[in-house]
């Protein structure tokens, strides 16, 4: 991955950048939104990479109860130390096991709405992932390349298969 610092305008696809720690790394961005599973600890792909960059605060955030991930509960949380992101925004996707294509199209316009409202002009948003399934990937790509592409700017996908 180039190393220089990612940054996209509003362009007709949302750009693909690696969801992992190089990636993340490189994100210049001014929000950052999210996906959490209530059944499903620890955390896993993008926001388990973008924890890790925190020193665990999503981790204490769930530990603590501050947030759950229950579908449609929502936290925004600033971020200081290493990234180049100002706010993380937390989505929840309720439980794993019930995730299909009409929740998960809910779930991610609520990302869209939510941080519109705050004040986000390019909406990043990190892919959501389960442990051994990979036909999450193939779901939420589609779901964001339909009706959503744009109004987003870029997605942080998993690298990992």
């Known amino acids: 991955m180039n ?12 750009l693909h950048i690696p969801g992992d720690l190089d990636g993340i790394d490189n994100l210049d961005a001014e929000s950052l939104g999210l996906f959490c599973f209530a ?7 993008v926001a388990g990479f973008v ?27 600033p971020v200081t130390g290493t990234l180049s992101v100002r706010r993380v925004f937390l989505f929840g996707l309720g439980q794993a ?3 299909n294509r009409t929740g998960l199209t809910g779930s991610c316009g609520l990302a869209i709405e939510v ?8 909406i990043f ?3 959501p992932a389960l442990r051994r399934d990979a036909k999450l990937r193939d ?6 390349s339909r009706t959503m592409s744009r109004h987003i700017s870029g ?6 298969k």
């Open 3 to 14: 190393s220089e610092r990612l940054k996209a305008g509003m362009a007709e696809a949302p």
């Open 39 to 45: 059944d499903q600890r620890p955390l896993s792909g």
């Open 51 to 77: 924890d890790w960059r925190l020193c665990g605060a999503i981790s204490r955030l769930l530990l603590g109860g501050l947030f759950s991930g229950q579908r449609d509960e929502t936290l925004m949380l």
């Open 97 to 99: 096991g019930k995730t």
């Open 115 to 122: 941080m519109r409202r705050a004040g986000v002009e390019q």
């Open 125 to 127: 948003l990190g892919q």
């Open 139 to 144: 779901l939420f790509m589609d779901v964001t």
């Open 155 to 160: 997605l942080l996908i998993d690298p990992r």
